[in-house]
Structure formats: structure tokens, C-alpha cells
């Protein structure tokens, strides 16, 4: 068998992969504010300048925002969903068809496995999403609401995740499809309607052919 080089991560790799895992773990939230320098330099048991290091490389990758004055904010979960969102903001149209595919997948799962907490809880999501006449991209995250409640639904935690982790550039998406295009509020909002019945009972085909329905519409 041939030697394996194994490679020893610095130390500012190291605390920047384990400021992530806090992320990840949900001791840190996205909006949430880093502990101080000071604090860091005594938790990880290293000098300023490593702590420094790991933050900007962190920086660098958008998963973390310096602001002058007031300190480090966690932006996105990680490097990966810093990398996607590069990735979402150059090329919105495969927003939309990653969308549907995920989608008819998640409605399939959801009209198959719903509970009746399941579906309280998206006729909740339902009832504010189509009594609102707010402002597009208002709109466009109560609707984003109602998609998330029928992603718990599905009871898969991984289509939950990769759905809920691209929900802000599904809102953008719907935003650019609907400004400047005439209202079709009212289809669409029978067209949701008509969703959360198939879901309610339990016919996978009529919640697939809906979905497909909404995002073409």
C-alpha cells in the first residue's frame, strides 16, 4: 500500500472549521454577533493574530460580515452555502428549475406523510399567505412560509435543510418572475388552495401536477 501524506491544518484553519461547526451546531446563528477578539484568543488558547486569521478567512468567504465600530456578524451557515450563494446570485433561472425539482419531490413526501399537526400548520401558513397585499417581496416570503411548512411536512430533514437553505433565493426568484408581470394573485391563491387539499387527502399525483401548476404559472 503507498504512504499517505496526511496534511496537519493550521491553527487558524483549525478555529475557523470549529467556528463553523458552532454554526452548524446551533450555538451560533446567522444575525448572531462573534464573541470578542479578547474572548476568542482565551477559548481557543492562541494569539490575536491566529483568531484574526481564522475570522478573515471566514470573512473572505462570506460566512462572516466586519462591521467598523461594532464587531462580526455570522452571515450564512458556512463555506458551502457562501459558495451556492455565489453560485444562486450569477444564474437565478436554475434557481427556479432546482426549485421545482425539489419540490415535486417534497410534495410527494409530504401528501404521503403528513400528520394532522403537519397540516395545521401549513393551513396556518396558507390562510396568512393569502390574506396579505403587501409589497412583492413581502409576498414572496409569506408564500416562501407556506412552502417551508409543507417541507416539515415531508418529514425528510434533508429535504427540509437544502429547501430552507436556498429559501432566500427562491423568494428572489419569484420576486424577478412577478415584477412588471400582471397580478395572478388570485389563481395563484386557488392554485395554493387546491395544494393544501391534495396534501390533506393524501394524493400524491394531485399534488405533484399542482406544484408544477404554481411554478409554471
Not at 460566512?63 to 453560485?87: C, K, P
Not at 429559501?167 to 389563481?187: A, D, P, Q
Request: charged share 30%; proline share 1%.
Amino acid at each position: 500500500m503507498d504512504k499517505i501524506k496526511l496534511i496537519k491544518l493550521s491553527l487558524p484553519k483549525q478555529i475557523s472549521n470549529e467556528i463553523e461547526r458552532s454554526i452548524k451546531r446551533g450555538e451560533l446563528s446567522v444575525g448572531d454577533k462573534l464573541p470578542s477578539e479578547p474572548e476568542l484568543v482565551a477559548l481557543f488558547g492562541v494569539s490575536r493574530n491566529t483568531v484574526r486569521e481564522a475570522i478573515q478567512s471566514l470573512i473572505q468567504a462570506g460566512v462572516l460580515e466586519s462591521r467598523q465600530g461594532d464587531g462580526t456578524y455570522v452571515m450564512l451557515s458556512g463555506r458551502f452555502e457562501a459558495n451556492m450563494v455565489h453560485r444562486f446570485y450569477e444564474s437565478m433561472d436554475e434557481v427556479q428549475e432546482v426549485r421545482l425539482s425539489l419540490e415535486k419531490e417534497i410534495v410527494k413526501f409530504a401528501a404521503a406523510r403528513r400528520t394532522d399537526n403537519d397540516l395545521e400548520m401549513i393551513r396556518n401558513a396558507l390562510e396568512y399567505r393569502n390574506s396579505k397585499n403587501d409589497s412583492v417581496i413581502e409576498n414572496s416570503q409569506w408564500d416562501m412560509e407556506f412552502h417551508l411548512a409543507i417541507a416539515r411536512a415531508s418529514h425528510n430533514s434533508i429535504f427540509y435543510d437544502l429547501y430552507s437553505s436556498i429559501s432566500t433565493f427562491i423568494c428572489k426568484s419569484v420576486e424577478k418572475r412577478i415584477t412588471g408581470k400582471e397580478t395572478t394573485g388570485g389563481m395563484l391563491n386557488q392554485l395554493h388552495i387546491d395544494l393544501y387539499e391534495a396534501i390533506c387527502q393524501k394524493n400524491v399525483e394531485k399534488a405533484e401536477c399542482i406544484i408544477i401548476a404554481i411554478l409554471k404559472s
